[in-house]
């Protein structure tokens, strides 16, 4: 098996590279920093994955997607006269020209460009910032407006259909592979109350209700890198799961890793807390940067899918946790049901303030709107 440091050097970095570490906190691939020395002394970081086979079992497709996707957005960063280096993912190709690498035994490594003077936030600092992601999500999904959704490959199939995982929910029930089962009744039920909401947005989809978009369907906080002098969204990250959905997902999955007063594993439950005044910030922003496009139906459903994408997100950790934590990296036992129980809290009270939210959100349209008109 090759070393670490023999895959970086198959890239066609600048300079020799001197140190492959971990870096960040992603569940999903396994993620290095390479730090590479230019003959002239500087140095250069690059980003350098391995993607996780067990999610992600077609990586070709989920590449070739990647290729697609990152270029569409070179050209768009460079029409709007942006700096590509910086607001757009750009893979770094082998020495040999091939886009990625694929191991003899079928492991998949790529490598991008280290956008260097930005940090992955966990939580936000303040509304502002976290204002200026969704306005990054929102934007990201107004700019593929014009790429073929029907082009992409399906990554990982029915990503965010809710009641498909629901469905995988009871067969992780009923199979108890890891014996867990017994220590979390109130759990279980917390879900299985909660079963007819689940496919609000896909029957919206499939009756066509509301418009298919190209969406980034992991729009987690830390998938934007924010820059952190000026503590504005710079690039939205972790392009894996760029597939045909919904514009509801994404904001619906900013709202639920974003607007908690906690982190996403944080174990003392009286820490967290939905917190309206960073729901207000994100609905303003997502809408600012999604534009003109969004129909009635989609804002009417914003508030809904909010909950919805919580729900599903507490579902698949408390799936995974009866598993045997297969998914999720995880770093203790407890850790996919910790992950569970803070979604759960946050659903609870999001339940309770739906209609304020409701009213939060169409306040949001309105002065996105009058924002847009003001500018014509
Ligand atoms: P995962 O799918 O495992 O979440 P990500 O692609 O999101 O993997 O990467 C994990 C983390 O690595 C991010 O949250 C971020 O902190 C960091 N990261 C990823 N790409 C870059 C990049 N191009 N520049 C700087 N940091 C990055
Ligand atoms: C995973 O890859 P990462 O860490 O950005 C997951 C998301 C979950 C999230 C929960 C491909 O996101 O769907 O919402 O964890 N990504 C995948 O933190 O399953
Ligand atoms: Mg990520």
């Known amino acids: 098996m090759k070393m670490l440091s023999d895959i970086a050097a198959l890239f066609a970095f600048e300079g020799v590279c001197f140190d492959v570490s971990p870096y960040g906190n992603g569940h999903i691939n396994d993620t290095y920093a390479a730090s590479c020395r230019r003959g002239d002394g500087t140095a250069v970081r690059y980003i350098l994955q391995k993607l996780n086979p067990y999610v992600f079992p077609d990586r070709r497709g989920l590449m070739r997607n990647m290729i697609a996707v990152t270029e569409f957005?070179?050209?768009?960063?460079?029409?709007?006269?942006?700096?590509?280096?910086?607001?757009?993912?750009?893979?770094?190709?082998?020495?040999?020209?091939?886009?990625?690498?694929?191991?003899?035994?079928?492991?998949?490594?790529?490598?991008?460009?280290?956008?260097?003077?930005?940090?992955?936030?966990?939580?936000?600092?303040?509304?502002?910032?976290?204002?200026?992601?969704?306005?990054?999500?929102?934007?990201?999904?107004?700019?593929?407006?014009?790429?073929?959704?029907?082009?992409?490959?399906?990554?990982?199939?029915?990503?965010?259909?809710?009641?498909?995982?629901?469905?995988?929910?009871e067969a992780a029930v009923k199979a108890d592979r890891a014996g867990r089962l017994v220590g979390v009744p109130d759990e279980v039920r917390f879900v299985t109350d909660r079963k007819k909401?689940?496919?609000?947005?896909?029957?919206?989809?499939?009756?066509?209700?509301?418009?298919?978009?190209?969406?980034?369907?992991?729009?987690?906080?830390?998938?934007?890198?924010?820059?952190?002098?000026?503590?504005?969204?710079?690039?939205?990250?972790?392009?894996?799961?760029?597939?045909?959905?919904?514009?509801?997902?994404?904001?619906?999955?900013?709202?639920?890793?974003?607007?908690?007063?906690?982190?996403?594993?944080?174990?003392?439950?009286?820490?967290v807390h939905f917190d309206e005044n960073l729901f207000r910030a994100y609905a303003q922003g997502f809408l600012d940067g999604l534009g003109d496009g969004v129909t009635e139906k989609?804002?009417?459903?914003?508030?809904?899918?909010?909950?919805?994408?919580?729900?599903?997100?507490?579902?698949?950790?408390?799936?995974?946790?009866?598993?045997?934590?297969?998914?999720?990296?995880?770093?203790?036992?407890?850790?996919?049901?910790?992950?569970?129980?803070?979604?759960?809290r946050m659903v609870e009270e999001m339940e309770k303030l739906l209609p304020q939210m409701e009213r939060d959100v169409a306040q949001a349209a309105k002065a996105a709107r009058e924002k847009r008109e003001k500018r014509k």
């Open 73 to 169: 957005l070179r050209r768009s960063v460079l029409q709007r006269g942006g700096d590509p280096e910086r607001e757009c993912l750009n893979l770094i190709p082998l020495k040999d020209g091939s886009r990625y690498y694929e191991s003899p035994d079928g492991d998949v490594w790529r490598a991008t460009q280290f956008i260097e003077n930005t940090d992955a936030y966990l939580v936000a600092d303040d509304a502002e910032m976290y204002k200026d992601a969704g306005r990054a999500f929102g934007e990201f999904v107004n700019g593929l407006a014009g790429f073929d959704a029907t082009s992409l490959f399906e990554v990982i199939p029915r990503f965010h259909d809710t009641a498909n995982r629901y469905n995988t929910f």
């Open 197 to 271: 909401m689940c496919p609000l947005v896909t029957n919206a989809l499939a009756a066509g209700e509301i418009p298919v978009r190209v969406t980034h369907n992991d729009t987690k906080l830390n998938n934007v890198l924010i820059d952190v002098d000026t503590k504005k969204a710079v690039c939205v990250i972790d392009l894996d799961t760029v597939m045909a959905g919904s514009m509801l997902y994404d904001f619906g999955d900013g709202v639920r890793a974003g607007c908690s007063t906690a982190k996403e594993d944080e174990p003392d439950l009286d820490k």
């Open 298 to 344: 989609e804002l009417a459903l914003m508030a809904k899918s909010a909950v919805l994408m919580t729900f599903e997100c507490g579902m698949r950790f408390l799936t995974d946790y009866l598993d045997g934590d297969v998914y999720f990296k995880t770093a203790y036992p407890e850790h996919n049901l910790v992950r569970a129980r803070t979604q759960f």
